[in-house]
Each structure stands twice: as C-alpha cells, then as structure tokens.
C-alpha cells in the first residue's frame, strides 16, 4: 500500500484536482511505477505514489476517505474492465 501525494492529474486535459475535491469511495484501477489511475467521479484520474510497484498495469484499489488516498496492489482486479492511462 503506498499514501498518494495530495494533487491529482484528471481528464484528457491533465486538469489538477486536490485529493480532498473527490468523492470518498474505492476505485478499481491500475498501477505502473509510481502512477495508478482510476476512474473517479467520472473522471480518468492520475494518482502519484510516494512508493512505487515494479510492474506495468498491474490490478489496484484507490481508497479515498476524508481527503486522503492510498493504493493498494490487488491483482485479481479484472483489467479489461478498467480503463487506462498508459
């Protein structure tokens, strides 16, 4: 599990979001190095990790609770159903 720094890249313009202006919820996504994005609030969000994961799309959660992330490696997440960044 790694802590996601506060600011977030969202949509196809790379709008910044602060993590605090999402809904609190999880978020199926995907995890290569120290980015994972998620769809949240109906948008493709960029996470930053302060740790990262060796690995390109692996299977992830985003939590957001109270205006805090954090992302957490699952792999049996089903990532034909998740969209992309990379």
Same mark, same amino acid.
């Given at each position: 599990? *790694? &802590?996601?720094? !506060?600011v977030v %890249?969202?949509? *196809?313009? !790379? &709008?910044?979001?602060? =993590? &605090?202006?999402? *809904? $609190?919820?999880?978020y199926?996504?995907?995890? %290569?190095g120290?980015?994972? *994005?998620?769809? /949240?609030?109906?948008m493709?969000?960029?996470f930053?990790t302060?740790? +990262? /994961?060796? !690995?390109? +799309?692996? +299977?992830?959660? =985003? @939590?957001? &609770? $109270?205006?805090?992330? @954090? /992302?957490?490696?699952v #792999?049996? =997440?089903?990532?034909? @159903?998740? #969209?992309?960044?990379?």
């Amino acid at each position: 599990m *790694s &802590k996601v720094n !506060g600011v977030v %890249s969202a949509g *196809s313009g !790379g &709008k910044t979001l602060r =993590v &605090k202006d999402l *809904s $609190d919820g999880e978020y199926a996504g995907t995890w %290569s190095g120290y980015e994972a *994005s998620a769809v /949240v609030d109906g948008m493709l969000c960029a996470f930053m990790t302060v740790e +990262g /994961v060796r !690995g390109i +799309g692996e +299977g992830c959660v =985003v @939590t957001i &609770k $109270d205006g805090r992330a @954090t /992302v957490r490696a699952v #792999p049996a =997440v089903n990532l034909d @159903t998740v #969209p992309h960044i990379w």
